[in-house]
């Protein structure tokens, strides 16, 4: 007969298993719901106006509340944030209480405690996490970026990825890595400077990503043409990009949503917005129609 420390040992083998099920299968519900979500929404990648992290300047929640609601008027109902800190953490709820109905979480340094505490915090209005954005290899290493996807995995219920540019998913460790994939993808950044011919080397990335993808939902994060700074960066080009992308059923985020001054590194990264940094539309997306919440 069995003692009865063995039985208590076979007792809790068993509810470890029986709660590793839920887990797997909460994770697999919510992941079939966020499939739906990547096709089906109109996502747009965020990051504040009256923000600059190179100064620690974060925007209120009033300023955060003024541009989702933009936003939101102008038809996007999905919202792809970069990091969890400060007022960054409150993103989630404010647009969850304007009516998005989608909301990817991003967290920036995945060695900072509180920015993944914030993120996991706010997992009730979180439909997946993003950790991490082109840091691999510079930032963190694989195994640790690895460790802290399966932590929020497991502490959240969520889906979780992380984010590399396209050239790095050639690479099977990088492109195994999430519960979806997730890559930048920037044509103009490749030397391609034909908003049309742009889209077809996105068609293609697509298609290449989807024979390997062993059945994960693929979305975009990044893909956008910048308006100012170089040659060929102009509005007219943003607005013919985006128009022939619509037309291609590819899952994409429009990146993105404002103008970043403090992205200073180059001639074209402050002038990636959809709106400029005063929250006016250009080109593109002033031939939208608005959609009143």
């Known amino acids: ?3 009865f420390k063995d039985e208590l040992k076979i007792i809790i083998v068993f509810l470890i298993l029986f709660a590793a099920l839920l887990t797997h299968q909460a994770l697999c519900d919510s992941g079939e719901e966020f499939s739906e979500k990547i096709r089906n929404l109109k996502w747009v990648a965020y990051a504040p106006c009256n923000f600059d992290p190179t100064r620690d300047i974060y925007p209120s929640q009033d300023s955060l509340r003024e541009d989702l609601s933009l936003l939101y008027k102008y038809g996007f109902r ?3 944030t970069y990091g969890s800190l400060r007022s ?4 989630p709820r404010i647009a969850c209480e304007i009516g998005f109905s989608g909301m990817i979480m991003g967290v920036w340094d995945i060695f900072n405690r509180e ?3 914030n993120a996991m915090m706010a997992s ?5 996490y993003c950790i991490g954005n082109e840091g691999l290899n510079s930032r963190y290493d694989l195994d640790k970026l690895k460790a802290v996807i399966e932590n929020v995995r497991i502490a959240t219920n969520k889906p979780v990825t992380t984010t590399e540019q396209i050239s790095d998913y050639s690479n ?6 999430g519960d979806w994939i997730l890559p ?4 103009f950044l490749s030397e ?3 908003p049309k011919k742009g889209v077809k080397w996105i068609e293609k990335h697509f298609q290449r990503l989807s024979k390997h993808s062993h059945g994960r939902p693929i979305l975009f994060k990044e893909t956008g043409w910048p308006t100012a700074g170089l040659p060929k960066a102009t509005q007219a080009n943003q607005k013919e990009f985006f128009l022939n992308l619509e037309k291609t059923g590819v899952p994409f985020v429009y990146f993105e949503a404002f103008d970043q001054f403090w992205k200073n590194y180059s001639a074209i990264e402050p002038h990636w917005g959809l709106f400029n940094s005063k929250r006016k539309p250009k080109k593109f997306i002033s031939s939208a129609p608005l959609q009143e919440p």
Not at 124 to 128: F, L, S, T
Not at 184 to 187: D, G, L, S, T
């Open 1 to 3: 007969m069995l003692r």
């Open 78 to 80: 999905g919202i792809v």
């Open 88 to 91: 960054l953490a409150d993103i």
């Open 115 to 117: 920015e993944i505490m």
């Open 124 to 128: 009730e209005y979180v439909d997946g």
């Open 172 to 177: 099977d460790n990088v492109l195994s890595v």
């Open 184 to 187: 930048n993808i920037h044509p």
């Open 192 to 194: 391609i400077k034909d």
